[in-house]
T-cell receptor, first 115, second 113 residues
Framework: DTAVSQTPKYLVTQMGNDKSIKCEQN?????MYWYKQDSKKFLKIMFSYNNKELIINETVPNRFSPKSPDKAHLNLHINSLELGDSAVYFC??????????????FGPGTRLTVL | GENVEQHPSTLSVQEGDSAVIKCTYS??????FPWYKQELGKGPQLIIDIRSNVGEKKDQRIAVTLNKTAKHFSLHITETQPEDSAVYFC????????????FGTGTRLTIIP
């Protein structure tokens, strides 16, 4: 199946721990994103990478560090987890504007719970 | 930056009736307006989008209209079915370069059988 996939689907951890979420897309897209969806369902972009280069960083605390080993993968590492980090994190991808439309396709999400 | 407002936050309609969700945007430069449907426990799914060079677009039971002058756009779902129950998000961006997508706050649509 062609899709955006994320692991893990659920992540429960203690405050202060460090955790990572992984994302992979096999759509051949050039740009990948991380979004945070809070308890009120509000979707907000955190980061965007284009061909492994960071292009959007929405004033996210530096405890969050995205890493893109290649254009099909974008991982999110979070240090020193806080209660307020509890949310659902979505990965998404899209083609470059010059190669096609701006449509973004989302992964299934990772529900992070910090205790 | 862009700001997108979405109304209503919740909407209940009888099965078979129509549903309308409205959004307004602030940046007149925005020219791409997608709508996403998010079912429980899943990621948002693109259901329809419109660019600013057209005023209306239809795909079976769903349609989107755009009023550039007033800076608002709407999602219309006709002949609603129980499987239309979900949270719907509108969004806006400038379709150029690496501009970000700004989402509305979502509408929880419930179809009453």
């Amino acid at each position: 199946d062609t899709a955006v996939s994320q692991t893990p689907k659920y992540l429960v951890t203690q405050m202060g721990n460090d955790k990572s979420i992984k994302c992979e897309q096999n759509l051949g897209h050039d740009t990948m994103y991380w979004y945070k969806q809070d308890s009120k369902k509000f979707l907000k972009i955190m980061f965007s990478y284009n061909n492994k280069e960071l292009i959007i960083n929405e004033t996210v605390p530096n405890r969050f560090s995205p890493k893109s080993p290649d254009k099909a993968h974008l991982n999110l590492h979070i240090n020193s987890l806080e209660l307020g980090d509890s949310a659902v994190y979505f990965c998404a991808s899209s083609l470059n504007p010059g190669r096609g439309g701006p449509e973004q396709f989302f992964g299934p999400g990772t529900r992070l719970t910090v205790l | 930056g862009e700001n997108v407002e979405q109304h209503p936050s919740t909407l209940s309609v009888q099965e078979g009736d129509s549903a309308v969700i409205k959004c307004t945007y602030s940046d007149s430069a925005s020219n791409y307006f997608p709508w996403y449907k998010q079912e429980l426990g899943k990621g948002p799914q693109l259901i329809i989008d419109i660019r600013s060079n057209v005023g209306e677009k239809k795909d079976q039971r769903i349609a989107v209209t755009l009023n550039k002058t007033a800076k608002h756009f709407s999602l219309h779902i006709t002949e609603t079915q129980p499987e239309d129950s979900a949270v719907y998000f509108c969004a806006a961006r400038l379709d150029f370069g690496n501009e970000k997508l700004t989402f509305g706050t979502g509408t929880r649509l419930t179809i009453i059988p």
